[in-house]
Nanobody, 126 residues
């Protein structure tokens, strides 16, 4: 069981990027999935998570209204659409799967998730 991210890159402030994550080894639609990020010198933080069966979403306040997490059951993929990017969004972004779901913003805790990808870099320049 593992996940593979793609779609990172460099973009100017105000631009957009879409990250993709492909889970392998299980029927992902029944698992919660999430996106996390870690900037140099900072702890890993939850960006957006989506629950398994009903697809409930939770976002960090810093990305609410700018980022959208979604899943495509037909392609077995999840996405993170990132709009209005700013320099503070610069980080390594990680996809994670197989979590213990908790309600509210506690769902964003990295410790809830058991399977992690290698990460994809997002760099936003001013």
């Amino acid at each position: 069981v593992h996940v593979v991210e793609s779609g990172g890159g460099s973009v100017q402030s105000g631009g957009s990027l879409r990250l993709s994550c492909a889970p392998f080894g299980y029927t992902y639609s029944s698992y919660c999935l999430g996106w996390f990020r870690q900037a140099p010198g900072k702890e890993r933080e939850g960006v957006a998570v989506i629950s398994g069966t009903i697809g409930k979403t939770v976002y960090a306040g810093s990305v609410q209204g700018r980022f959208t997490i979604s899943r495509d059951n037909t392609k077995n993929m999840i996405y993170l659409q990132m709009n209005s990017l700013n320099t503070e969004d610069t980080a390594m972004y990680y996809c994670a799967a197989d979590c213990t779901w908790v309600e509210g913003h506690r769902a964003l805790a990295p410790s809830n998730f058991r399977v992690w990808g290698q990460g994809t870099q997002v760099t936003v320049s001013a």
